[in-house]
């Protein structure tokens, strides 16, 4: 199984580019979460899904979208890059219900200059 | 607002020492999870703990949910240099789907 698949890795933007990250998990996971995470922090959570169609914001939404039209798929889109979004992007996935943990992507490194 | 904060953020020590690291909350939580994370990596999961008091022991760790579901500990008895990273607590504050974080500890085992 693949788990988790996050592209691109790297990343670099100007100032007002948009660009779409993706994210697919092979797992049927019902939840999804976008998190970002900047030099020596904790993550923050962007936007979440608890199943196909069903988005909300996390803790740091602005300057963010997210649509989850498929079980597997969940992008991040970037609406209007700022030098404040660069960070370590990572995507999650997990079993619906409260006790289970979250897979992990290997992130994508995103530079907007 | 933090939800998660933990203690210490940072923590160096020398192979053999024993640490705790703690993850405290105002918010009930319906469990919570730990989390190591290495340099270029996502995080991957250690354990979950789900009731009230509850202790799991992995190896050398170990970990205990406090009684009211608001806290939580990893003790590490006899550190290594393979031990270091940083370690997260995470959890759904009860009532909600969203997934947080704790602040994180970043641990350095010196051999």
């Known amino acids: 199984n693949a788990g988790v698949t996050q592209t691109p890795k790297f990343q670099v933007l100007k100032t007002g580019q948009s660009m779409t990250l993706q994210c697919a998990q092979d797992?049927?996971?019902?939840?999804m979460s976008w998190y970002r995470q900047d030099p020596g922090m904790g993550l923050r959570l962007i936007h979440y899904?608890?199943?196909?169609?069903?988005?909300d914001q996390g803790e740091v939404p602005n300057g963010y979208n997210v649509s989850r039209s498929t079980t597997e798929d969940f992008p991040l889109r970037l609406l209007s890059a700022a030098p404040s979004q660069t960070s370590v992007y990572f995507c999650?996935?997990?079993?619906?219900?409260?006790?289970?943990?979250?897979?992990f992507g290997s992130g994508t490194r995103l530079t907007v200059v | 607002t933090q939800l998660l904060e933990q203690s210490p953020q940072f923590l160096s020590i020398q192979e053999g020492e024993n640490l705790t690291v703690y993850c405290n909350s105002s918010?009930?939580?319906?469990?919570l999870q730990w989390y190591r994370q290495e340099p270029g990596e996502g995080p991957v999961l250690l354990v979950t703990?789900?009731?009230?008091?509850e202790v799991k022991k992995l190896k050398r760790l170990t970990f205990q949910f406090g009684d009211a579901r608001k806290d939580s500990s990893l003790h590490i008895t006899a550190a290594q240099p393979g031990d270091t990273g940083l370690y997260l607590c995470?959890?759904?504050?009860?009532?909600?789907?969203?997934?947080?974080f704790g602040t994180g500890t970043r641990l350095k085992v010196l051999a």
């Open positions: 918010s009930v939580f319906s469990s």
């Open positions: 797992m049927n996971h019902e939840y």
């Open positions: 899904s608890v199943g196909a169609g069903i988005t």
């Open positions: 995470a959890g759904h504050p009860s009532g909600t789907y969203k997934y947080i």
């Open positions: 703990v789900v009731t009230g008091g």
């Open positions: 999650a996935s997990s079993y619906s219900g409260q006790s289970f943990g979250y897979t």
